[in-house]
């Protein structure tokens, strides 16, 4: 976020506090509320490739799910997991072939055992630009996610 914008500058002490990596490790109610409400508003974006932005929204809401242990969890857990299984079949790909470690490793299940917002965030910012790979031609994705 840019400190020089007068809104990230009006949410300081929320910024502040939420700068620390290790204030994600164990979010309170409170923390959950205060994200909602002060932090999400701030975030923008420039990006113009629609499918990493829809893959952005999937995953928010995947460690949404997380952290309110809510039904759609189990479900969203799988489309992640479908949506690797898609990519490592396009390993052809010099973008995906760089990724293809965290691919394989959605696959499996150790990889899941210890789940954290911060493990979900980098899967959310190393595999978004790669879903315009899971595109077909006619400009519909191949798969059909929440996102």
């Not at 990006?47 to 242990?69: C, S």
Request: charged fraction near 30%.
């Amino acid at each position: 976020m840019n400190r020089h914008r007068t809104s990230v500058r009006l949410q300081k002490q929320y910024v502040e506090k939420f700068r620390n990596k290790n204030s994600f490790n164990e979010l309170s109610e409170i923390d959950k509320y205060e994200l909602t409400k002060f932090i999400a508003p701030l975030i923008t974006s420039t990006d113009t490739d629609e499918y990493a932005k829809r893959f952005d929204n999937f995953m928010y809401e995947f460690m949404l799910a997380h952290l309110e242990q809510l039904p759609t969890l189990k479900y969203m857990k799988g489309q992640l997991i479908l949506t690797a299984e898609l990519l490592e079949k396009k390993s052809a790909i010099p973008q995906i072939q760089q990724k293809m470690s965290l691919i394989k490793d959605i696959q499996n299940d150790s990889f899941w055992e210890n789940m954290s917002i911060l493990t979900m965030e980098n899967v959310r910012k190393e595999l978004r630009d790669l879903m315009r790979f899971l595109v077909g031609g006619d400009n519909q994705l191949v798969i059909l996610l929440p996102w």
